[in-house]
């Protein structure tokens, strides 16, 4: 059993970061297990949580199991979880209860939890201490663990707990079964180093890591050669890729060298602002198989909030970047995420937020009420801003996106774009 802690996980090492190739194996005594039976895998949160969900999909296929979308039907239920979120963290606690009830009736449904929640002390604690019929918990980090831990769920039949606090390495060769035949996710790297202060994913997640480019282009071009049309490029935060290897290779390079595979579509998520070169709106402007889109986090324009939130910009910054991007990349299109209700956010903050929208006319934004995480910096910040003053923010600028959302797509009103459509 090995329980995390998150003092440990705040830790950052200079130990190196191994590749490894031949981590993932299934032992003989579990290889077929699955054989006609069924999982279930329900996954919340962000795209790191859907790709690792069809990475676990394709661990479940090799050990035989195939899919269905009845929890009633069954053998082995897998919840991969969100912690960003308390919404998405009372959603899991509250299936469980629907879980327990299938497996007062049925013994031997193995119910899995993984993701970012386990990855949290007091989540992994409640689930030994009051979740005890719950099988296998395990973390983001060791998921290629899976068969080794079902073979000992059904040896030793008791709960098994292994989330570990420190990342380790980064393993390669992990099965996949996509969701789509044609758009695939692929990760760059792993982890993330940028620690702003409400944000609980450089504990779930690790310190950076990123793969080496020969492996993700040998992946982008096996893709492109089975029919895949898009890719999108996948971390925490890409712009950073390549920071932690010694090759001195960065993303301006990769989105370069994927580009040249000739793979049609070409995507990438998140940027932070603070890591976007101007060698990389370079390459997003030559290639036309780079997609003219941009996920640019802004959170807040208030500089004092950005400040408190440690997002490393101001809002002079972010703006030369934003306008950088607008001038350079034709036809660009800029979405955001914001949060309000930062702990004291004030009134004049919030304006400050509704200004920069009304300046900057983002294509959509992903908005937020702050959401406390328990061992973030800003969870130890007292907050006397009532929820209903939140959410009367969250509804104005609301408002706004959706009025700027509309006049985004109306440019497109009896035009014809190409496009990439897959039916179910
Ligand atoms: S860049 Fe900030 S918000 Fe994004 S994952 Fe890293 S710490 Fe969290």
Aim: proline content about 3%; some cysteine; charged content about 30%.
């Amino acid at each position: 059993m090995n329980l995390p802690n998150i003092k440990e996980a705040r830790k950052r090492t200079d130990k190196k970061v191994e590749f490894l190739y031949d981590k993932y194996k299934i032992p003989d005594s579990v290889k077929d297990i699955g054989k006609g039976k069924k999982y279930l895998i329900l996954t919340y949160g962000c795209q790191m949580n859907v790709h690792d969900s069809e990475n676990i999909s394709g661990i479940m296929k090799e050990l035989k199991y195939t899919l269905t979308d009845d929890m009633e039907k069954a053998d082995v239920i897998i919840l991969n979880t969100c912690a960003i979120r308390e919404n998405a963290h009372n959603k899991v606690m509250g299936i469980l209860g629907r879980i327990k009830h299938l497996k007062e009736k049925n013994k031997d449904i193995i119910t899995i939890i993984g993701g970012c929640m386990p990855q949290e002390e007091s989540v992994s604690n409640t689930l030994k201490e009051k979740y005890k019929w719950v099988d296998i918990v395990l973390g983001t980090h060791n998921i290629y663990e899976i068969p080794k831990l079902l073979d000992n769920v059904m040896k030793e039949k008791k709960q098994d707990i292994e989330v570990y606090s420190v990342e380790g390495d980064v393993i390669e060769g992990l099965p996949v079964k996509r969701d789509s035949k044609y758009k695939a996710w692929v990760n760059i790297q792993y982890g993330c180093d940028k620690f702003c202060s409400y944000c609980i994913v450089p504990y779930t997640r690790g310190k950076q890591r990123s793969r080496k480019h020969e492996d993700i282009l040998k992946e982008v071009e096996s893709l492109r050669d089975n029919g895949y049309l898009e890719v999108t490029l996948l971390g925490q935060n890409v712009n950073a890729y390549g920071k932690d290897l010694e090759d001195n290779y960065t993303l301006a390079e990769l989105l370069s060298d994927t580009a040249k595979t000739g793979i049609k579509r070409i995507r990438f998520v998140t940027s932070h602002p603070w890591d976007f070169t101007d060698e990389m709106i370079d390459v997003i402007a030559k290639y036309d198989n780079i997609m003219p889109y941009i996920h640019l986090p802004i959170q807040s324009g208030s500089d004092d909030i950005l400040k408190k939130m440690n997002r490393k910009y101001n809002i002079k910054e972010y703006k030369t970047l934003f306008y950088k991007l607008k001038k350079k990349i034709p036809n660009v299109s800029i979405t955001t995420d914001i949060i309000v209700g930062f702990p004291n956010e004030s009134d004049e903050d919030f304006e400050k937020t509704i200004d920069i929208y009304n300046e900057l006319k983002f294509d959509l934004a992903y908005t937020f009420i702050y959401s406390k995480r328990e061992g973030t910096p800003a969870a130890k910040l007292k907050d006397d801003i009532s929820l209903e003053v939140k959410e009367e923010r969250l509804q104005r600028l609301n408002s706004i996106v959706n009025k700027y959302a509309k006049e985004a797509n109306m440019k497109y009103l009896n035009k014809v774009v190409p496009d990439t459509i897959e039916s179910l």
